[in-house]
């Protein structure tokens, strides 16, 4: 038995929630009667019964009884010991109106007969303690509760209250227009299989708790938010759930013990998940949704002792990996269970569906693909340069699979021609340089080279009609009005884009801390991230058919102080402009000292250049950025125009001027040469 303090506040949880405890006589079921006492709440009486007004009962014909304020008689208990037991309608000249939770709790009864007078039956399910029934019936004339082949339910059909755990047969549908499920309604049968309807939207605590035959649970179809406390408790032989994607929670204990259990897809609404809720099943692995918020403990991963899993796995995100380490002094409990992330979880799958096959050189694992050629999955070469072979065990190499040499340390890599796509991530930080090939007419992925860190250059060779190009280590699209990829080591210190580049893909320039100075006249769209991170960039030129700025576009740029933004500007995303990563703020949003969502602040004197009411111009004042507005560029330097026109008007004067000496002097000559 486990009576340590965890145990304890297991029991008393149960306790506060559910005032009875409806586990139905286990002292018949030696298994089950261990069971609760694995659990912290043994047999005893007074943990799952409550106090009643035993003052103000009245005891008359092996009924129990009070009456209401109205004059009406509630049934509180049944000392009856006969197999077919009938409520009364009147008792003591009273009528009698409810049956309350305890009136069966040492119930031996096959049968039991309920008259028209009952109004109310206990929520409790006053019935769930008698093991041995095998029907109930109503008076036709009831009009609040009626029966189906024995099974209870209100009058509307849109609750079952009981079904009785004796009842003959193996199977079970639940009617269609069912919405609700009480409390233990159909617990400790010997059922093998329960069809619910999708009408089901509410399922009451022990709902199918110690069904130990029950194989299979289908609640796909429901609209259940919730399932509540030990819903499935002891189902030993449930091997197979199938959750609705409406599901929100899963209550304390919910599948506690359900032994046979090894393997469960949990749906992506799911935001909380409480205490010992698969504790005691055989899951060995569980991948948690993201939206997951909580997990309590002993959730996952321990058996009906308590004691961890060896071995055990869980994937997903925040939740799941501090689940995976989560240490709680106070109840003695210290996970230390494997933690994958759902991306590595992902990229395992789809690398085992793969089926690799290792190369006879050992150089090389790869996949043969449905037009039987084959696709690199992984690469185990030491050398400095890796020359990839067009064939590999007879097959031609057309594809390079995600993160192929990413643990390779090689400084260059070059690709045959007959490869035609690469996908994402493929590249390890150690590379230099890249070559592929002309014919190549894909490279997955918005930043596909974002883990290069040393490259310096990208070339594209040989003939081919594939979708790139490259000049001077810069990879473009076929026609070059694309810049895909800017080395982040490539060393030049300024750049200026063909005449053709009209866009500048997602993060194609970032982090690379050599360049300075940058001209892209002709560019209309320029992606987000694309100079993330270039501290050293002091200078921009802007093309006046610039139409988008992605977000975060010059972000962390904290050599440029200025920019000019023309007035065919229709998007600027956040932080494009001006912005730079903020370490005070970043510590102030860890301490929730701010409201502030990321930890970016404007640059100190930054400043955009750029005519009133124009998106840049709005976007500036939104920043709290320094808008200077009525400006021209001439000569790289931007000219106050009010300035200009009083220069012009200047320069105006000297000209009239000019002329009128001239036109002066041809005037006196010519009336010279008329006196001559």
Same mark, same amino acid.
């Given at each position: 038995?486990?009576?340590?303090?965890?145990?304890?506040?297991?029991?008393?949880?149960?306790?506060?929630?559910?005032?009875?405890?409806?586990?139905?006589?286990?002292?018949?079921?030696?298994?089950?009667?261990?069971?609760?006492?694995?659990?912290?709440?043994?047999?005893?009486?007074?943990?799952?019964?409550?106090?009643?007004?035993?003052?103000?009962?009245?005891?008359?014909?092996?009924?129990?009884?009070?009456?209401?304020?109205?004059?009406?008689?509630?049934?509180?208990?049944?000392?009856?010991?006969?197999?077919?037991?009938?409520?009364?309608?009147?008792?003591?000249?009273?009528?009698?109106?409810?049956?309350?939770?305890?009136?069966?709790?040492?119930?031996?009864?096959?049968?039991?007969?309920?008259?028209?007078?009952?109004?109310?039956?206990?929520?409790?399910?006053?019935?769930?303690?008698?093991?041995?029934?095998?029907?109930?019936?109503?008076?036709?004339?009831?009009?609040?509760?009626?029966?189906?082949?024995?099974?209870?339910?209100?009058?509307?059909?849109?609750?079952?209250?009981?079904?009785?755990?004796?009842?003959?047969?193996?199977?079970?549908?639940?009617?269609?227009?069912?919405?609700?499920?009480?409390?233990?309604?159909?617990?400790?049968?010997?059922?093998?299989?329960?069809?619910?309807?999708?009408?089901?939207?509410?399922?009451?605590?022990?709902?199918?708790?110690?069904?130990?035959?029950?194989?299979?649970?289908?609640?796909?179809?429901?609209?259940?938010?919730?399932?509540?406390?030990?819903?499935?408790?002891?189902?030993?032989?449930?091997?197979?759930?199938?959750?609705?994607?409406?599901?929100?929670?899963?209550?304390?204990?919910?599948?506690?013990?359900?032994?046979?259990?090894?393997?469960?897809?949990?749906?992506?609404?799911?935001?909380?998940?409480?205490?010992?809720?698969?504790?005691?099943?055989?899951?060995?692995?569980?991948?948690?949704?993201?939206?997951?918020?909580?997990?309590?403990?002993?959730?996952?991963?321990?058996?009906?002792?308590?004691?961890?899993?060896?071995?055990?796995?869980?994937?997903?995100?925040?939740?799941?990996?501090?689940?995976?380490?989560?240490?709680?002094?106070?109840?003695?409990?210290?996970?230390?269970?494997?933690?994958?992330?759902?991306?590595?979880?992902?990229?395992?799958?789809?690398?085992?569906?793969?089926?690799?096959?290792?190369?006879?050189?050992?150089?090389?694992? #790869?996949?043969?693909?449905?037009?039987?050629?084959?696709?690199?999955?992984?690469?185990?070469?030491?050398?400095?340069?890796?020359?990839?072979?067009?064939?590999?065990?007879? #097959?031609?190499?057309?594809?390079?699979?995600?993160?192929?040499?990413?643990?390779?340390?090689?400084?260059?890599?070059?690709?045959?021609?007959?490869?035609?796509?690469?996908?994402?991530?493929?590249?390890?930080?150690?590379?230099?340089?890249?070559?592929?090939?002309?014919?190549?007419?894909?490279?997955?992925?918005?930043?596909?080279?974002?883990?290069?860190?040393?490259?310096?250059?990208?070339?594209?060779?040989?003939?081919?009609?594939?979708? #790139?190009?490259?000049?001077?280590?810069?990879?473009?699209?076929?026609?070059?009005?694309?810049?895909?990829?800017?080395?982040?080591?490539?060393?030049?210190?300024?750049?200026?884009?063909?005449?053709?580049?009209?866009?500048?893909?997602?993060?194609?320039?970032?982090?690379?801390?050599?360049?300075?100075?940058?001209?892209?006249?002709?560019?209309?769209?320029?992606?987000?991230?694309?100079?993330?991170?270039?501290?050293?960039?002091?200078?921009?030129?802007?093309?006046?058919?610039?139409?988008?700025?992605?977000?975060?576009?010059?972000?962390?740029?904290?050599?440029?102080?200025?920019?000019?933004?023309?007035?065919?500007?229709?998007?600027?995303?956040?932080?494009?402009?001006?912005?730079?990563?903020?370490?005070?703020?970043?510590?102030?949003?860890?301490?929730?000292?701010?409201?502030?969502?990321?930890?970016?602040?404007?640059?100190?004197?930054?400043?955009?250049?750029?005519?009133?009411?124009?998106?840049?111009?709005?976007?500036?004042?939104?920043?709290?950025?320094?808008?200077?507005?009525?400006?021209?560029?001439?000569?790289?330097?931007?000219?106050?125009?009010?300035?200009?026109?009083?220069?012009?008007?200047?320069?105006?004067?000297?000209?009239?001027?000019?002329?009128?000496?001239?036109?002066?002097?041809?005037?006196?000559?010519?009336?010279?040469?008329?006196?001559?």
């Amino acid at each position: 038995m486990i009576y340590h303090k965890k145990a304890v506040v297991f029991a008393m949880s149960l306790l506060m929630c559910l005032n009875i405890l409806p586990l139905f006589g286990h002292a018949e079921n030696e298994e089950s009667a261990n069971y609760d006492n694995e659990i912290g709440i043994g047999d005893d009486a007074a943990f799952y019964s409550i106090e009643r007004d035993t003052d103000n009962e009245i005891t008359s014909d092996g009924f129990t009884y009070t009456v209401d304020s109205d004059g009406f008689a509630h049934i509180t208990a049944c000392t009856l010991t006969d197999t077919e037991i009938t409520i009364p309608e009147t008792i003591d000249g009273i009528t009698v109106t409810e049956i309350e939770s305890q009136v069966f709790i040492d119930g031996t009864a096959e049968k039991i007969n309920i008259p028209a007078t009952i109004e109310y039956i206990s929520a409790e399910n006053p019935f769930a303690p008698c093991l041995k029934l095998t029907e109930i019936t109503v008076d036709e004339k009831n009009e609040n509760y009626c029966t189906v082949d024995g099974v209870l339910f209100t009058k509307d059909m849109k609750k079952l209250v009981c079904y009785p755990p004796s009842r003959s047969g193996t199977s079970y549908t639940i009617p269609d227009g069912v919405e609700q499920l009480g409390i233990a309604s159909v617990a400790d049968t010997s059922l093998t299989e329960i069809k619910i309807p999708d009408s089901v939207n509410e399922m009451g605590r022990h709902v199918f708790s110690f069904n130990e035959k029950l194989r299979k649970i289908d609640l796909s179809g429901t609209s259940v938010e919730y399932i509540d406390i030990m819903s499935f408790a002891n189902c030993t032989s449930l091997s197979e759930v199938i959750f609705p994607e409406t599901l929100i929670e899963i209550g304390l204990a919910s599948f506690i013990s359900c032994e046979s259990l090894s393997e469960i897809t949990l749906p992506s609404q799911l935001n909380i998940i409480e205490q010992s809720a698969f504790m005691g099943t055989s899951i060995m692995e569980v991948c948690i949704p993201e939206r997951v918020e909580t997990i309590g403990y002993c959730a996952f991963g321990y058996d009906i002792n308590e004691n961890p899993i060896e071995d055990f796995t869980i994937i997903g995100g925040t939740a799941a990996q501090n689940y995976a380490a989560d240490v709680d002094e106070e109840y003695g409990i210290e996970n230390n269970f494997t933690y994958i992330t759902s991306e590595a979880a992902d990229a395992e799958e789809e690398y085992i569906a793969m089926n690799p096959i290792t190369s006879q050189d050992g150089e090389y694992e #790869y996949s043969v693909l449905d037009d039987g050629t084959c696709c690199i999955l992984f690469c185990v070469s030491i050398g400095n340069t890796i020359t990839v072979p067009a064939e590999i065990d007879g #097959y031609t190499v057309t594809s390079i699979y995600k993160g192929a040499f990413l643990t390779n340390e090689a400084s260059a890599i070059i690709f045959p021609d007959t490869v035609k796509t690469i996908s994402d991530a493929v590249f390890s930080e150690y590379v230099e340089s890249i070559t592929i090939p002309a014919s190549c007419t894909d490279i997955e992925g918005t930043e596909p080279f974002l883990t290069c860190l040393n490259l310096k250059e990208i070339n594209v060779a040989g003939e081919g009609d594939g979708a #790139y190009s490259s000049e001077d280590g810069v990879l473009y699209n076929k026609d070059k009005s694309v810049i895909i990829a800017y080395p982040m080591k490539k060393s030049n210190t300024s750049y200026k884009a063909p005449s053709s580049v009209r866009e500048i893909s997602m993060s194609a320039f970032c982090y690379n801390e050599f360049i300075e100075d940058i001209d892209i006249s002709g560019v209309e769209k320029i992606g987000s991230y694309a100079f993330e991170g270039c501290p050293n960039i002091s200078n921009v030129k802007l093309s006046k058919e610039l139409n988008f700025v992605g977000t975060n576009a010059f972000m962390g740029c904290t050599s440029l102080m200025s920019i000019r933004v023309y007035d065919k500007v229709e998007t600027i995303g956040d932080y494009a402009f001006g912005y730079a990563y903020d370490a005070e703020l970043a510590q102030s949003i860890a301490n929730e000292e701010t409201d502030a969502v990321n930890p970016f602040s404007v640059i100190d004197g930054f400043k955009i250049y750029a005519e009133k009411d124009t998106e840049a111009w709005l976007y500036a004042n939104a920043c709290g950025i320094e808008v200077v507005e009525n400006t021209s560029e001439i000569g790289g330097k931007n000219v106050d125009r009010n300035f200009l026109y009083v220069i012009s008007g200047a320069v105006g004067v000297v000209i009239l001027a000019i002329i009128g000496i001239f036109t002066g002097k041809s005037i006196k000559k010519k009336k010279k040469e008329k006196k001559q």
